[in-house]
């Protein structure tokens, strides 16, 4: 029973720490079972499996708030609406991850 509220309080920590992370980078979110989203564009390839040459052909320094959020959604197969202003990087938001499921 120790164990179980332990890992409820890991798994609420996490959470906000999620939030905290959203919040920060103004990423608002609706729906349900979203994943977190990316900082890092080499967590594209360690969570999700996108391949080296394509983070490699990758030359923004780090994703964009939209792209944070879009790119795993999208590679979870899931419906999106992104709305973010001009130049924001939704392109690249959508094309990473269709490229990815056009390799596969």
Same mark, same amino acid.
Do not use: M
């Given at each position: %029973?120790?164990?179980k509220?332990?890992?409820?309080?890991?798994?609420?920590?996490?959470?906000?720490k999620i939030n905290q992370f959203r919040n920060a980078?103004?990423?608002?979110?609706?729906g349900s079972?979203?994943?977190s989203p990316?900082?890092?564009? =080499?967590?594209?390839?360690?969570?999700?499996g996108v391949s080296e040459t394509m983070f490699n052909n =990758?030359?923004?320094p780090r994703p964009t708030p939209v792209q944070m959020q879009t790119i795993p959604l999208m590679l979870n197969n899931r419906?999106? #609406?992104?709305?973010?202003?001009?130049?924001?990087? %939704?392109?690249a938001a959508y094309l =990473?991850? =269709? #490229?990815?499921?056009? %390799?596969a």
């Open positions: %029973k120790k164990q509220k332990e890992a409820e309080r890991i798994k609420e920590l996490y959470a906000e980078n103004k990423i608002n979110v609706h079972d979203i994943p990316v900082s890092e564009w =080499i967590q594209l390839v360690e969570e999700y =990758i030359t923004y419906e999106v #609406l992104s709305c973010a202003p001009t130049g924001s990087g %939704k392109t =990473i991850p =269709i #490229l990815h499921a056009l %390799k």
